[in-house]
């Protein structure tokens, strides 16, 4: 039973709200038309924004080593995740954080006067710039291209606003890669002197080891056979076959016998030391030979670095470039008096409710109506003194 009671109570609440827009009609259409003419008057008031719109088109990505990989077999046989490092993109700079930097942005402010178009009171370039970045996007598309779309009372200027963002990237992004590629040519040259002296000193050391130990020890063909071994070795075994036949034949007390035997215990000694030396020299011979691919290696990257340097192309390529719009495109006429009408209707409804409110007050509490009477009175009489002493 309560429960339909409640239900009962809510509908007559629902139906009393209806009763009285309904006893309203009239005067919340009047304010709604009152809202709608206002807000269309403010569509020919309001400053209509012309948009421009620039679409950039970034280089493709480029490799430092596709085009030097064929050089050198080191290059051919890197992988592709170790290319990557020494990778040089056209488009490695941020071209949003480009656009969106405080030098940019007031270099666009002085050239077209921005302070006095933007009518900005005390001349601050700080609240030009926030204008500024309000009539500005820049932002990459889907299909990974810039756009830079700029809104300006003017249709022309706001094309020549969008294509002075375009000139001024690429200048800006021009001198910060002529800037690293000037670094990287002063460190990749460094490291190729660097290179130069490590095989000059390996090479004097290799030479002077050879001439200290009278032997010259060179890797084979196949990286592994050492020569001078092969050929003391050689040595040893034919004065022992001279020794044996001088034995026999002329004895040990012989000149010749003793000089073959005096030659073989130098070779012996030569044998016993060879292992030290061999070693000592096939690593420096390992090292030579590093050193030589990575000069290998880093020549062509050098070559690279200088040409990068002083080259002067494009960094960004204009798709499209920016044209004046053919109708404004902000703030939406439409738009306006949507908002205006709906304003217009909720302005009605405070309108209602807080006369409701007051009447049922007046009727059901006498008390508290007299109290809001009374507040009303204080704050037109505080109004009409403030008129008065101004």
């Known amino acids: 039973m309560t429960e339909h009671n409640s239900y009962r109570t809510h ?207 060179a890797p084979g063909a196949n990286g592994t056979a050492i020569s001078a071994v092969a050929e003391l070795y050689g040595m040893k075994a034919v004065n022992e076959i001279q020794l044996g036949v001088l034995k026999r034949t002329v004895g040990e007390t012989n000149s010749q016998y003793i000089q073959k035997k005096v030659e073989n215990e130098i070779i012996d000694e030569k044998l016993k030391k060879f292992p030290e030396i061999g070693m000592e020299s096939l690593r420096l011979y390992r090292e030579i030979t590093i050193q030589q691919k990575i000069m290998e290696f880093i020549i062509p990257l050098y070559e690279q670095a200088k040409f990068d340097e002083h080259k002067d192309v494009p960094v960004a390529y204009v798709l499209d470039k920016a044209m004046p719009g053919e109708r404004p495109d902000r703030p939406k006429r439409l738009f306006i008096v949507g908002a205006a009408t709906i304003l217009g209707f909720i302005i009605s409804l405070i309108i209602i409710i807080a006369n409701e409110y007051s009447s049922h007050l007046k009727v059901n509490a006498p008390d508290q109506w007299e109290r809001l009477a009374a507040i009303k009175k204080s704050i037109f009489r505080q109004k009409k003194t403030d008129e008065f002493h101004s």
């Open 11 to 217: 509908e007559y609440r629902v139906l009393d709200l209806f009763l009285i827009l309904y006893r309203w009609k009239k005067f919340i259409v009047l304010v709604t038309a009152i809202a709608i003419i206002i807000g269309i008057a403010l569509t020919f008031v309001v400053t209509r924004y012309y948009k421009s719109v620039a679409s950039v088109l970034p280089p493709k990505e480029r490799d430092m080593m596709s085009g030097l990989a064929g050089l050198t077999s080191l290059a051919r046989s890197l992988p592709s995740g170790i290319g990557k490092l020494a990778s040089v993109t056209e488009d490695q700079y941020n071209y949003v954080a480009i656009l969106r930097s405080r030098t940019v942005e007031e270099a666009a402010i002085r050239k077209f006067d921005l302070l006095r178009i933007y009518e900005v009171s005390d001349s601050s370039t700080e609240k030009a710039a926030k204008i500024f970045r309000a009539n500005t996007e820049v932002d990459w598309t889907d299909e990974n291209t810039l756009e830079i779309r700029v809104w300006d009372p003017e249709a022309q200027r706001a094309a020549d606003i969008a294509n002075y963002l375009v000139a001024i990237l690429n200048q800006r992004s021009y001198e910060l890669q002529t800037q690293e590629a000037h670094n990287n040519r002063l460190f990749i040259e460094q490291r190729v002197q660097q290179n130069r002296e490590d095989i000059m000193r390996t090479e004097e050391d290799l030479r002077n080891l050879q001439e200290r130990e009278g032997t010259v020890v």
